[in-house]
């Protein structure tokens, strides 16, 4: 795992055929290729990634990408996937809701949240 | 010996246990299985009820505004506020406030305002720094991070690795070797600013533990007044020392009371499964579970109450301090492992809390001092100088 979520971007389509039920982060971003909103899916999420997947696209009218990471950390990769952002871009996604986080300086420069 | 709780302590361990059942193990229900943060709202209300009863700050001196408990008693109440699947980590949220780094109370005058008296007025936070990608069982010869005086200052480089609360942490206390000859007696405790330039969280470091998660830290040139010395020049270790003795009691309440918590769902559960006609309860293999669980609690009970009434009568209590936490840790783990035995399916399911129990108590047998340096400090005061 690196310390970005470096999984291949997929449009709303595939990312429905492909993904299953199990926990995880998620990341959506617009035509530009921005992250607006970041979530997981954790040990409570019906149907797991995919339930919360297809949930938040119905909210999320301009995320055209999805990329996901499964994982039974998904609070803690959560966490640090917006710290990440909070570091490279100097603040949350644009559609993220205001959320209490620390601190990450991650070494090296910007890839991409 | 008395082993009867006082009418005083019956009391307010009634009070927190009500607190646990009322109060926290509600809100769960509609939490996160992994989370260890109630909303603002919850947060802030619960603050207020146990202001109310008397018991916030806990774990803080009188002379500091903390409410005079003793410390056996204490040892019983943490018992108590673990009792909830975030019990481990983050026992009643916070709810009850926190005494910060112990450390602090031994501090200069100046570093209590900037640091302790912020920190018991819930403004700031601390991290404690002492492990490295070098070791953790063995700091006094691990530490690789390296202080060396410029002036007024001192620039460290180094890193420190599991760190838990850096991130979001105002300061901390950071463990540097200031003299390389000196081995145990030539580590320094700084207080560190974590704003100040050359001090970077670079990642968090996933564990078992998902919510309340470990960082890794590294300083680049990171400069600290001479005045941020904690303690005195070469002598931080003693400091570390003594912080992770006295944090074994908590340590092993906090594993006693999420025995607890499981065997009585055990206890409730077994007399109502049925397998092949019976209930579970009435197999042999089955109460042979239960009753070693209740062995396994007394023994660690009594081994840390033990250790707690030697703290507060002021007598030495490494050697009761390392079994309290060599002994609850691991049959922490065995009660819980035996639970989910119990409950089948159910039992490593998230609907319960045993998988989160399972998990985190898999780190206390390494966290704050692996068992095996437990025993190794047993040994050393079994055998004394004959060891040396
Ligand atoms: C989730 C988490 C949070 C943590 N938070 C903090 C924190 O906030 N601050 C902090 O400073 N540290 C923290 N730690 C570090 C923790 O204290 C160390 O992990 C621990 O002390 C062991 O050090 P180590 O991991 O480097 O293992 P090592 O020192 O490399 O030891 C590896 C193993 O060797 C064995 N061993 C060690 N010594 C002996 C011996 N004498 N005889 C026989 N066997 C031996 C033990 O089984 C041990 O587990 C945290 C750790 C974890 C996992």
Redesign the pocket.
């Given at each position: 795992m690196g310390l970005r979520l470096d999984k291949p971007w997929l449009s709303s389509e595939q990312v429905l055929a492909k993904v299953r039920g199990q926990m995880g982060v998620y990341q959506f971003a617009n035509e530009a290729g921005e992250v607006v909103y970041m979530s997981y899916a954790g040990g409570r999420s019906l149907g797991g990634l995919r339930g919360e997947i297809s949930r938040s696209l119905t909210e999320q009218s301009d995320a055209t990408q999805v990329r996901y990471e499964i994982t039974t950390s998904y609070l803690s990769r959560y966490k640090e996937l917006l710290m990440l952002h909070q570091a490279d871009y100097g603040g949350l996604p644009t559609h993220h809701p205001s959320i209490r986080l620390g601190r990450l300086s991650p070494a090296g420069g910007t890839n991409g949240s | 010996m008395d082993l009867n709780l006082t009418p005083e302590q019956d009391l307010i361990i009634g009070m927190v246990r009500r607190f646990v059942r009322d109060e926290i193990v509600p809100l769960e229900q509609n939490l996160d299985p992994d989370a260890d943060e109630l909303e603002d709202e919850d947060r802030l209300r619960l603050v207020a009820k146990t202001k109310e009863m008397g018991l916030y700050g806990l774990d803080i001196p009188p002379e500091y505004g903390g409410p005079d408990i003793d410390l056996v008693t204490r040892t019983l109440l943490a018992v108590e506020m673990s009792q909830h699947r975030a019990g481990l980590y983050a026992p009643c949220y916070g709810t009850f406030g926190g005494a910060g780094l112990a450390q602090l109370f031994e501090a200069t005058e100046p570093q209590k305002e900037k640091y302790l008296y912020p920190t018991l007025r819930g403004e700031k936070r601390g991290?404690?720094?002492?492990?490295e990608p070098s070791?953790?069982?063995?700091?006094a010869r691990?530490i690789q991070t390296k202080a060396v005086r410029d002036g007024d200052d001192w620039v460290i480089n180094g890193g420190?690795?599991?760190?838990?609360?850096a991130d979001k942490a105002d300061f901390g206390l950071v463990f540097a070797r200031t003299d390389s000859d000196q081995g145990r007696n030539g580590v320094t405790c700084f207080i560190v600013d974590t704003d100040q330039p050359g001090f970077h969280v670079r990642r968090i470091?996933h564990?078992l533990?998902s919510a309340h998660?470990?960082t890794e830290l590294q300083f680049e040139d990171l400069r600290v007044s001479n005045d941020n010395i904690l303690g005195q020049l070469n002598k931080g270790f003693a400091i570390a020392n003594d912080r992770l003795t006295r944090q074994r009691i908590p340590y092993a309440a906090g594993c006693i009371g999420v025995a607890i918590k499981a065997q009585e769902m055990a206890l409730e559960y077994v007399p109502q499964r049925e397998t092949f006609g019976a209930p579970l309860s009435t197999r042999q293999s089955i109460q042979w579970m239960l009753v070693d669980n209740d062995i396994d609690i007394r023994q660690s009970l009594w081994i840390t109450v033990e250790a707690a009434s030697k703290a507060q009568q002021g007598e030495s209590f490494r050697k009761e301090a390392a079994m309290a936490k060599l002994v609850a840790t691991e049959a922490g783990g065995r009660v819980v492992d035996r639970c989910m035995q119990m409950f089948g399916g159910l039992g490593v399911a998230k609907d319960l809390p045993f998988e989160r129990w399972y998990r985190e108590m898999r780190?206390r047998r390494?966290?704050?001092?692996?068992?095996?340096?437990q025993r190794?400090v047993i040994a050393r005061e079994l055998l004394g100088a004959s060891l040396r």
């Amino acid at each position: 795992m690196g310390l970005r979520l470096d999984k291949p971007w997929l449009s709303s389509e595939q990312v429905l055929a492909k993904v299953r039920g199990q926990m995880g982060v998620y990341q959506f971003a617009n035509e530009a290729g921005e992250v607006v909103y970041m979530s997981y899916a954790g040990g409570r999420s019906l149907g797991g990634l995919r339930g919360e997947i297809s949930r938040s696209l119905t909210e999320q009218s301009d995320a055209t990408q999805v990329r996901y990471e499964i994982t039974t950390s998904y609070l803690s990769r959560y966490k640090e996937l917006l710290m990440l952002h909070q570091a490279d871009y100097g603040g949350l996604p644009t559609h993220h809701p205001s959320i209490r986080l620390g601190r990450l300086s991650p070494a090296g420069g910007t890839n991409g949240s | 010996m008395d082993l009867n709780l006082t009418p005083e302590q019956d009391l307010i361990i009634g009070m927190v246990r009500r607190f646990v059942r009322d109060e926290i193990v509600p809100l769960e229900q509609n939490l996160d299985p992994d989370a260890d943060e109630l909303e603002d709202e919850d947060r802030l209300r619960l603050v207020a009820k146990t202001k109310e009863m008397g018991l916030y700050g806990l774990d803080i001196p009188p002379e500091y505004g903390g409410p005079d408990i003793d410390l056996v008693t204490r040892t019983l109440l943490a018992v108590e506020m673990s009792q909830h699947r975030a019990g481990l980590y983050a026992p009643c949220y916070g709810t009850f406030g926190g005494a910060g780094l112990a450390q602090l109370f031994e501090a200069t005058e100046p570093q209590k305002e900037k640091y302790l008296y912020p920190t018991l007025r819930g403004e700031k936070r601390g991290f404690f720094g002492l492990s490295e990608p070098s070791g953790g069982s063995d700091p006094a010869r691990a530490i690789q991070t390296k202080a060396v005086r410029d002036g007024d200052d001192w620039v460290i480089n180094g890193g420190k690795l599991w760190i838990s609360g850096a991130d979001k942490a105002d300061f901390g206390l950071v463990f540097a070797r200031t003299d390389s000859d000196q081995g145990r007696n030539g580590v320094t405790c700084f207080i560190v600013d974590t704003d100040q330039p050359g001090f970077h969280v670079r990642r968090i470091v996933h564990t078992l533990r998902s919510a309340h998660y470990a960082t890794e830290l590294q300083f680049e040139d990171l400069r600290v007044s001479n005045d941020n010395i904690l303690g005195q020049l070469n002598k931080g270790f003693a400091i570390a020392n003594d912080r992770l003795t006295r944090q074994r009691i908590p340590y092993a309440a906090g594993c006693i009371g999420v025995a607890i918590k499981a065997q009585e769902m055990a206890l409730e559960y077994v007399p109502q499964r049925e397998t092949f006609g019976a209930p579970l309860s009435t197999r042999q293999s089955i109460q042979w579970m239960l009753v070693d669980n209740d062995i396994d609690i007394r023994q660690s009970l009594w081994i840390t109450v033990e250790a707690a009434s030697k703290a507060q009568q002021g007598e030495s209590f490494r050697k009761e301090a390392a079994m309290a936490k060599l002994v609850a840790t691991e049959a922490g783990g065995r009660v819980v492992d035996r639970c989910m035995q119990m409950f089948g399916g159910l039992g490593v399911a998230k609907d319960l809390p045993f998988e989160r129990w399972y998990r985190e108590m898999r780190i206390r047998r390494i966290g704050e001092g692996p068992s095996e340096v437990q025993r190794h400090v047993i040994a050393r005061e079994l055998l004394g100088a004959s060891l040396r």
